[in-house]
C-alpha cells in the first residue's frame, strides 16, 4: 500500500486527424474499413468476463448497404439478464474497494488504447453499423470517448479533494462510497462515447454496471468491451447484454439490488422507466439515482443583425451532419423576414454542395439513416409536409431503402410555428423553417419558448450585444446547452457540460463533476481527538 497523495496528469482533449487525402490515417481507417467490411463476427454476450452465447441470434448490418451483415449477435434473455446482474453484484466488493488511482490507471490505458491501437477499429466499426461518415466518426468514438475516460478521472480526483471543514480537536471528513447495488446502463446507437460514458461513467466512481447497448451499435460496442478489457477493467465491472429493452429493463427494475439508472434515449421510455422504478421502491435498499438525456427539438434563432453565411452555415451542419441523429441536432429555425431572401439562396446553396451515399466513399458528407423504422417514420412527415397547406417542401424531401435508408437533407418551410415538424421530434434528416415579422421579436420568442416540451440544445445568431442579451435571457429555459454565434451541436468534454432539463431529461451534464457526482454515496466521518467526559454546560451553574 503507497503512503503517496497522488495527483492525476492534466486531462487534455483528443487531436482530431483531419482523413485528407493521402494523409497516413486515411489510408489505415480505409484499411481497416475492407477489414471489417470484409468480415462477419459472432458477437457474444459478456457477463463476469465470460462470453456467453445463448444461440438467439439477430443481425448487425450497415445501415447504408442492409443487405450486409457486419456482425450477428447473441441476445440475452431472463436467465442472462440474472446472470449479469449476480456478476455485477459479485465484482461490486472488490472493485470498490480498489484504490481510486487505480481506477483511474485503467480508464488512462483505455484512453491511450484509444489513441493508438482502436481509432481505427471504433472508428471503421461506428462508420460501417452506425453509418458515420469518417470525421463524425473520428469526433464520437476516437476523440469524444477518450476525452470521456481522461476527464472523468480527473473530475474524480476532484470529486474525492473535495472535503469539509475541520478544527484543532475535531477531524471532519467525507468518504465518497459507490452506490449501495449496480447501475444499469441503457444506450443508444447514434454516439459510441455515450455507450462508452453511459457505461463506464458509474464504474469509475467504484460501482458495477449491467449495460444493455442498442441493438443498433453492437459492433463498437463490442470493440468497446474488448478495449474494456486489454486496459485492465476488471471481469464483472461491467457486463454486456445485447437484448430485448423491455425484458431487460423489467427484470433489472425488480431487483432490490437496483441502485441506478443512467440513460439516453427517447422521452417516452425514461418516462415509462422512472414510473416502473417508482412502483417499485419499496423493493429498493436506496432510492435509486435517475440520470437521464432524452429527447430533443433543437433550435437556431436567427436575428436580423446576425451574419448570414455563418447562421447558414450553422443550420446545415447542425441539421444535417450525421443525418440530423444527434440529440443537439438542429431541427426548427426561426428566421426575421428582413433576411429571408439571402438566406434562402444561401442554404439551398450549400445543401447543393452535399453529397449522399455509402461511408466507404469519403466525398460522401451525408449517410444513411441507422434503420427501417426510422426511414419509414420520417418519410411520413415528409409525406405530411407535403400534403399540409401549411408547409412546403423547400428541399430534399425524397428517400429510398431499397439498398440502404437514405433521405435527403429535407427543408420544409411553413407559414405555422406551431406545425407539427416545429413541435415533435424527428431524429432525421429534417429542418423546417419559419420565417417571422422582424417587428414580433418578442412574440416570436414566446412561441419557440412553448412551441417544444423539450430543452435541450439551442443557438441564437445576432450581432447586437444589447440583442444577444435579450435573447439570452429570454430564452433561459429552452436549452440547457445555449450557443451564442455558433451551430447547437458539437459541446465538448470539459468545456461545455452536456445535457437538457424539461422533457429532455435530468440535466446531470455528462462531461463534468455533475454526472459523476450523481454515482456517489457521501458518508460524512467525523472523528473526535477530546471528546466530552461529562455533561456539563456553563449555563448549569448557579448565580
Not at 417499485?280 to 443583425?305: C, Q, W
Request: aromatic share 10%; charged share 25%; glycine share 6%.
Amino acid at each position: 500500500m503507497s503512503n503517496a497523495i497522488f495527483s492525476l496528469p492534466e486531462s487534455h482533449n483528443e487531436a482530431i486527424l483531419s482523413y485528407a487525402p493521402g494523409s497516413k490515417e486515411r489510408a489505415r481507417l480505409k484499411a481497416e474499413l475492407d477489414r471489417q467490411f470484409n468480415q462477419e463476427l459472432d458477437i457474444p454476450l459478456i457477463i463476469g468476463g465470460k462470453e456467453i452465447r445463448t444461440g438467439k441470434l439477430q443481425k448487425a448490418v450497415c445501415p447504408h448497404d442492409h443487405q450486409h451483415v457486419l456482425a450477428r449477435y447473441h441476445e440475452a434473455g431472463e436467465a442472462e439478464v440474472r446472470m449479469a446482474i449476480d456478476a455485477a453484484m459479485a465484482a461490486k466488493k472488490d472493485w470498490e474497494a480498489t484504490p481510486w488511482e487505480d481506477r483511474a490507471a485503467i480508464f488512462h490505458k483505455m484512453a491511450s488504447l484509444i489513441s493508438s491501437k482502436y481509432r481505427y477499429i471504433l472508428n471503421a466499426a461506428t462508420m460501417l453499423n452506425q453509418s458515420k461518415s469518417a470525421y463524425q466518426a473520428e469526433i464520437d468514438s476516437t476523440c469524444e470517448t477518450a476525452d470521456f475516460f481522461r476527464f472523468n478521472a480527473k473530475f474524480m480526483e476532484d470529486i474525492y479533494k473535495h472535503q469539509p471543514i475541520s478544527d484543532p480537536h475535531v477531524w471532519n471528513r467525507v468518504h465518497y462510497r459507490a452506490l449501495e447495488g449496480f447501475v444499469l446502463a441503457v444506450t443508444p446507437f447514434n454516439f459510441t462515447a455515450i455507450g462508452a460514458n453511459l457505461a463506464t461513467a458509474p464504474a469509475i466512481m467504484g460501482n458495477t454496471v449491467v449495460w444493455k447497448p442498442a441493438s443498433t451499435s453492437i459492433l463498437s460496442n463490442y470493440y468497446l468491451m474488448q478495449l474494456f478489457k486489454e486496459a485492465g477493467l476488471p471481469d464483472g465491472v461491467i457486463n454486456f447484454i445485447p437484448g430485448r429493452g423491455s425484458m431487460i429493463g423489467k427484470i433489472a427494475l425488480e431487483d432490490p439490488n437496483f441502485a441506478g439508472l443512467h440513460f439516453t434515449g427517447s422521452t417516452g421510455v425514461f418516462n415509462s422507466m422512472w414510473k416502473t422504478i417508482g412502483d417499485n421502491l419499496s423493493r429498493y435498499k436506496s432510492y435509486p439515482r435517475l440520470v437521464g438525456e432524452t429527447g430533443g427539438k433543437d433550435y437556431i434563432f436567427m436575428h436580423a443583425s446576425a451574419d448570414a453565411e455563418e447562421t447558414a452555415a450553422a443550420i446545415v451542419r447542425a441539421g444535417f451532419e450525421y443525418q440530423g441523429q444527434k440529440c443537439s441536432a438542429c431541427s426548427r429555425v426561426y428566421i426575421p423576414a428582413s433576411r429571408w431572401a439571402e438566406m434562402k439562396t444561401l442554404l439551398l446553396g450549400l445543401l447543393a454542395e452535399i453529397k449522399m451515399g455509402d461511408v466507404r466513399d469519403f466525398r460522401n458528407f451525408f449517410n444513411a439513416v441507422i434503420d427501417e423504422a426510422a426511414f419509414d417514420s420520417t418519410m411520413k412527415y415528409i409525406e405530411l409536409a407535403k400534403n399540409a397547406k401549411d408547409a412546403e417542401i423547400l428541399a430534399g424531401g425524397k428517400g429510398d431503402k431499397s439498398k440502404g435508408y437514405f433521405i435527403e437533407p429535407t427543408i420544409i418551410l411553413t407559414t405555422n410555428p406551431k406545425f407539427v415538424t416545429m413541435e415533435e421530434e424527428i431524429f432525421a434528416p429534417v429542418v423546417t423553417l419559419y420565417v417571422y415579422d422582424d417587428a414580433k421579436l418578442e412574440e416570436t420568442l414566446k412561441v419557440l419558448d412553448q412551441t417544444s416540451p423539450y430543452a435541450l440544445t439551442g443557438a441564437i445568431f445576432a450581432r447586437d450585444r444589447y440583442v444577444i442579451n435579450q435573447l439570452t435571457e429570454a430564452l433561459a429555459n429552452t436549452a440547457g446547452n445555449f450557443y451564442i454565434n455558433d451551430k447547437c451541436t458539437g459541446a465538448v468534454v470539459g468545456h461545455q457540460p452536456f445535457g437538457g432539463a424539461r422533457a429532455s431529461g435530468t440535466n446531470d451534464k455528462a462531461g463534468s463533476l455533475l454526472n459523476l457526482i450523481r454515482w456517489t454515496s457521501p458518508r460524512t466521518i467525523k472523528e473526535s481527538f477530546t471528546p466530552p467526559r461529562d455533561i456539563k454546560f456553563p449555563f448549569l451553574e448557579a448565580e
